[in-house]
């Protein structure tokens, strides 16, 4: 190498160190005036202290992953020893660093999704197409052979730099000794096309376009060489990028990947709409292998100049988990500004290796009739799986792995499925409270709407049951606890959106209630995928009332089931009145306590309006509207109370069986 001067070192150090200074003054300054413009947005008490709650566990986790990276040094240096048990996951291509990550997880052998995938993937370096049944293993699936990949792609970067450095050393001691144009250099040229053949031979083992890639090709790897040159200099490269419709399911695919890249140096970060907005910025500029994201937060940081996510057009693997969800009409408008911006350069995309995962990959909705034929619509599986391909940008010749059609029905074996017809909507209540009595553990209640799920969690916290509610108004920070504390409790229940029916693994959900029948038939799947996961038994339960019968029926057919494949929940009707009893009473005490809210704010707001007009309430009118609003406020609240006292007695008393 040659040497540089050590006045322009001491120069560049100093001006490197005043560029410091100033983009760390510039980043405090800009944190400063986001944390202020967020703290004046808050309007009342409670999203402060989420705030608060939110800061103070950030820095914890920061905290905690510059822990984890340390202890991740430290056990790279521990030995490790390949045994004959792991063999299979040698099979399959594993480097030793991830076969080791994945012993001590517990897995000690590849799922069915997996082995069908991973050799294809690993060895092939194809794009794959999956659609497995829930709880399968789809996350390592795709996981494994990105991370793979990656650790490939450094070494083979780590190799050319050492061929670089020892090509400048030899150029500087020909140039120390006069012999610029003697063979040697010949020799050097000569080598390094050697190597550069060699590595395109072992690419063109990898990767199938359709024609082949042979040791000749040299152009394709210049390409390749070119387009990465392209990277900003002493930047840190975007390698992969992982979508996903939900927040919490990107959280735990981070989580699954982190523990698989736990001996290895690659980093991954997660960047999803509910946290922190500075947070995420800090975590990217530090270079980031694997970024995880929703579409929303993804497109708005990348419209927003985010460096690192500039790359966004040079990664070389993307995935998309529960695809079916995120290219939804109306539901994910981003994902496709975003795939089109990811796809714009079309000689960059044929080095992207693609994932494309579901539970219901091919699963359709039917068409309205103005749209085709009947003939036509038969076809509509293939129509919409080409769609999404061409969308996600998928190359020729890709591994496509449906497991689905390998059974009647989108279901695992060990889930079993019944229905209840309702005569009313209100009695949904009725049953699920039944439900809920006589089948302990950890129980998942889905509903179509937030109201939905914020009434149910008023009247079933007054019955005692102890819901958690979980939608997409939440802050993010509280639906992780929420989720967190239904997984650390053998006996819960968790009221929710469809936002906690995708890709969720929460341990051991021994019964899932539909009580609405979902919109699609991908959403119920999904939604009673959360139980019987790795072969665990579970039981679905979907609550049917008269105007929901034409849905139902649609649903079935979708699913390839006779409206009789579904058995009759087994409903002992000599407790229903005792049900009804406790119910109805948890609703008169709800619906009272929403009026005695009501009155209060009420009363608040006019007096806030009177503080901002500088108008003073004469005592005549305080006294006339205090005197009978104050009666009927206190007559309500000691009717509050009895209905309390007695409810917690009924709610004591075992249920006691009437006569038929």
């Given at each position: 190498m040659k040497g540089i001067p050590k006045k322009k070192l001491k120069k560049n150090h100093e001006s490197r160190d005043e560029s410091n200074v100033a983009n760390n003054e510039a980043n405090n300054e800009e944190n400063n005036e986001e944390n202020n413009e967020e703290n004046n947005e808050e309007n009342n008490k409670e999203n402060n202290e989420e705030s608060n709650d939110e800061n103070i566990d950030e820095n914890k986790d920061e905290d905690k992953d510059e822990d984890k990276d340390e202890d991740k040094d430290e056990n790279k240096d521990e030995p490790f020893e390949i045994t004959p048990d792991m063999v299979i996951w040698k099979a399959m291509f594993l480097p030793d660093e991830i076969v080791r990550a994945v012993w001590e997880l517990g897995f000690k052998n590849p799922t069915a999704i997996q082995l069908a995938c991973l050799p294809a993937a690993m060895k092939g370096r194809k794009d794959v197409v999956g659609a497995a049944e829930t709880g399968s293993g789809k996350t390592l699936a795709f996981g494994i052979p990105i991370l793979n990949g990656?650790?490939?792609?450094?070494?083979?970067?780590?190799?050319?730099?050492?061929?670089?450095?020892?090509?400048?050393?030899?150029?500087?001691?020909?140039?120390?000794?006069?012999?610029?144009?003697?063979?040697?250099?010949?020799?050097?040229?000569?080598?390094?096309?050697?190597?550069?053949?060699?590595?395109?031979?072992?690419?063109?083992?990898?990767?199938?376009?359709?024609?082949?890639?042979?040791?000749?090709?040299?152009?394709?790897?210049?390409?390749?060489?070119?387009?990465?040159?392209?990277?900003?200099?002493?930047?840190?490269?975007?390698?992969?990028?992982?979508?996903?419709?939900?927040?919490?399911?990107?959280?735990?695919?981070?989580?699954?990947?982190?523990?698989?890249?736990?001996?290895?140096?690659?980093?991954?970060?997660?960047?999803?709409?509910?946290?922190?907005?500075?947070?995420?910025?800090?975590?990217?500029r530090k270079g980031p292998d694997i970024v995880i994201g929703t579409p929303g937060r993804l497109w708005e940081m990348i419209e927003g100049g985010n460096s690192h996510l500039s790359q966004v057009n040079d990664i070389r693997y993307l995935a998309l988990d529960e695809t079916d969800r995120l290219l939804e009409k109306g539901h994910f408008a981003e994902v496709r500004t975003l795939l089109e911006h990811i796809n714009k350069d079309e000689s960059k995309k044929r080095w992207r290796q693609n994932f494309v995962f579901s539970a219901t990959l091919t699963l359709t909705h039917d068409l309205p009739n103005r749209l085709g034929n009947i003939k036509s619509r038969?076809?509509?599986?293939?129509?919409?799986?080409?769609?999404?391909?061409?969308?996600?940008?998928?190359?020729?010749?890709?591994?496509?792995?449906?497991?689905?059609?390998?059974?009647?029905?989108?279901?695992?074996?060990?889930?079993?499925?019944?229905?209840?017809?309702?005569?009313?909507?209100?009695?949904?209540?009725?049953?699920?409270?039944?439900?809920?009595?006589?089948?302990?553990?950890?129980?998942?209640?889905?509903?179509?709407?937030?109201?939905?799920?914020?009434?149910?969690?008023?009247?079933?916290?007054?019955?005692?049951?102890?819901?958690?509610?979980?939608?997409?108004?939440?802050?993010?920070?509280?639906?992780?606890?929420?989720?967190?504390?239904?997984?650390?409790?053998?006996?819960?229940?968790?009221?929710?959106?469809?936002?906690?029916?995708?890709?969720?693994?929460?341990?051991?959900?021994?019964?899932?209630?539909?009580?609405?029948?979902?919109?699609?038939?991908?959403?119920?799947?999904?939604?009673?995928?959360?139980?019987?996961?790795?072969?665990?038994?579970?039981?679905?339960?979907?609550?049917?009332?008269?105007?929901?019968?034409?849905?139902?029926?649609k649903l079935c057919v979708n699913l390839k089931k006779d409206k009789t494949d579904l058995p009759d929940y087994n409903v002992d009707m000599r407790l229903f009145s005792a049900i009804k009893q406790r119910v109805n009473l948890a609703k008169a005490i709800e619906s009272l306590e929403h009026r005695t809210k009501r009155e209060r704010s009420d009363k608040s707001w006019m007096k806030q309006m009177a503080e901002e007009a500088d108008l003073l309430l004469s005592d005549s009118d305080n006294d006339s509207d205090s005197g009978s609003a104050a009666q009927n406020h206190s007559q309500l609240l000691t009717e509050l109370k009895m209905k309390r006292k007695e409810l917690s007695k009924l709610i004591a008393r075992p249920l006691k069986r009437t006569a038929n």
């Open positions: 990656i650790l490939k792609d450094k070494q083979f970067e780590l190799k050319k730099m050492k061929q670089k450095e020892e090509a400048d050393d030899m150029t500087d001691s020909d140039d120390e000794n006069g012999n610029g144009d003697e063979p040697n250099a010949d020799k050097k040229k000569v080598s390094s096309d050697e190597d550069l053949a060699d590595n395109t031979e072992e690419i063109g083992e990898m990767e199938d376009f359709g024609g082949g890639i042979g040791c000749v090709r040299v152009i394709d790897v210049a390409e390749l060489s070119s387009q990465k040159t392209k990277v900003v200099k002493g930047q840190k490269k975007l390698r992969a990028l992982i979508i996903t419709p939900t927040r919490e399911l990107a959280v735990q695919i981070e989580k699954h990947l982190k523990a698989v890249a736990k001996y290895t140096d690659i980093t991954i970060c997660l960047v999803i709409g509910g946290m922190a907005a500075p947070k995420q910025e800090r975590i990217l038969k076809k509509k599986e293939d129509v919409k799986l080409d769609k999404l391909l061409s969308l996600v940008g998928v190359r020729p010749k890709a591994k496509v792995v449906d497991l689905t059609t390998q059974v009647r029905s989108l279901k695992p074996a060990s889930l079993s499925e019944m229905k209840v017809f309702s005569a009313t909507v209100e009695d949904k209540d009725y049953y699920l409270y039944y439900f809920l009595r006589h089948n302990p553990g950890r129980t998942l209640v889905f509903c179509n709407s937030i109201n939905n799920v914020r009434r149910l969690t008023s009247v079933f916290t007054l019955l005692e049951t102890n819901p958690l509610p979980l939608h997409a108004q939440m802050h993010q920070k509280q639906r992780l606890k929420h989720l967190e504390r239904f997984s650390s409790l053998d006996n819960a229940l968790l009221i929710a959106t469809d936002v906690a029916a995708r890709g969720l693994d929460i341990p051991h959900v021994q019964h899932v209630v539909h009580f609405q029948v979902p919109r699609t038939s991908e959403n119920y799947v999904h939604r009673s995928g959360r139980t019987a996961r790795a072969s665990r038994e579970g039981l679905s339960l979907i609550l049917i009332e008269p105007e929901e019968a034409t849905l139902y029926r």
